[in-house]
């Protein structure tokens, strides 16, 4: 759960939190309607809200919110191909493992393209 203002990416008041469904029960509740799934979690999220009048609630359906497997290297590289991929699989399941996994794959392309 994630408090919009505390993380500095909004001032508005009345205040956005953010509550992210673990991977599991997201898989298992996917197909449930947009009221089925606040009913499920408004018990779980009373003790965060307190006595907070919500004035409104948006649900956002991620189908693939980050990788089912983490590949051992910061990027492939296929030179006869030309081809890379890089990403949040290769650097680790966040912003910054997707830009480490993005610098390493332009840093052998420019070594085998020999562009330094
Ligand atoms: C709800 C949520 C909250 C998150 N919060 C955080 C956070 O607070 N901090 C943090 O560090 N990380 C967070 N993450 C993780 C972070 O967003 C990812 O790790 C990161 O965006 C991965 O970057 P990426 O470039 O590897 O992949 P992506 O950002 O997924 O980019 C892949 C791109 O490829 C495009 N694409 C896919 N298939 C095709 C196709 N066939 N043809 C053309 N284009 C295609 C997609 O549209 C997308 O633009 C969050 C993720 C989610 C889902």
Do not use: Y
């Given at each position: 759960m994630a408090d919009n203002v505390r993380k500095g990416i909004t001032q508005n008041v009345p205040a956005a939190v953010t509550f992210h469904l673990s991977r599991e029960y997201s898989a298992q509740h996917y197909g449930d309607s947009e009221e089925e799934l606040f009913a499920q979690m408004a018990a779980e999220m009373k003790p965060w809200l307190g006595?907070?009048?919500?004035?409104a609630q948006k649900l956002h359906r991620w189908?693939?919110?980050?990788?089912?497997a983490e590949f051992g290297q910061p990027c492939v590289w296929l030179p006869d191909m030309r081809v890379g991929f890089c990403g949040d699989a290769f650097g680790g399941p966040r912003v910054e493992g997707a830009a480490i996994s993005g610098l390493a794959m332009a840093r052998k392309v420019i070594e085998d393209l020999e562009l330094g």
């Open positions: 006595d907070s009048k919500i004035v189908r693939f919110s980050e990788p089912k």
